[in-house]
Nanobody, 124 residues
Framework: QVQLVESGGGSVQAGGSLRLSCAVS????????MGWFRQAPGKEREGVAS???????TYAASVKGRFTIPKDNAKKTLYLQMNSLKPEDTAMYIC??????????????????WGQGTQVAVSS
């Protein structure tokens, strides 16, 4: 079984930065693919970024160039570094893990394990 616990959310002004963390327990990250999703009130869940087992990354167009998704296998932790934040980035950010992902996409069908989420609020 895999458990995911997110942290690092909070409130920030537009233009600021936040780093989210997702601590993984239960299995090694070495063969896992992982991703970040977000969901704003009244909106569909949106894929933000993913990283597969050979460290190839994929980003949503809305965050490309501003967000990165580094992973520390030794610490069993996934991060989401968010820079140049905008009010439209406000959402619950949710970490996900799987073992059968397709590189080049950020699809919820690839992920079997989900965290509870951490809230990010960006004010203008």
């Amino acid at each position: 079984q895999v458990q995911l616990v997110e942290s690092g959310g909070g409130s920030v002004q537009a233009g600021g930065s936040l780093r989210l963390s997702c601590a993984v327990s239960g299995k090694s990250l070495r063969n896992a693919c992982m991703g970040w999703f977000r969901q704003a009130p009244g909106k569909e869940r949106e894929g933000v970024a993913s990283i597969v087992n050979d460290d190839r990354t994929t980003y949503a167009a809305s965050v490309k160039g501003r967000f990165t998704i580094p992973k520390d296998n030794a610490k069993k932790t996934l991060y989401l570094q968010m820079n140049s934040l905008k009010p439209e980035d406000t959402a619950m950010y949710i970490c996900a893990a799987g073992f059968y992902c397709v590189a080049g996409r950020i699809s919820p069908v690839d992920f079997a394990y989900w965290g509870q989420g951490t809230q990010v609020a960006v004010s203008s």
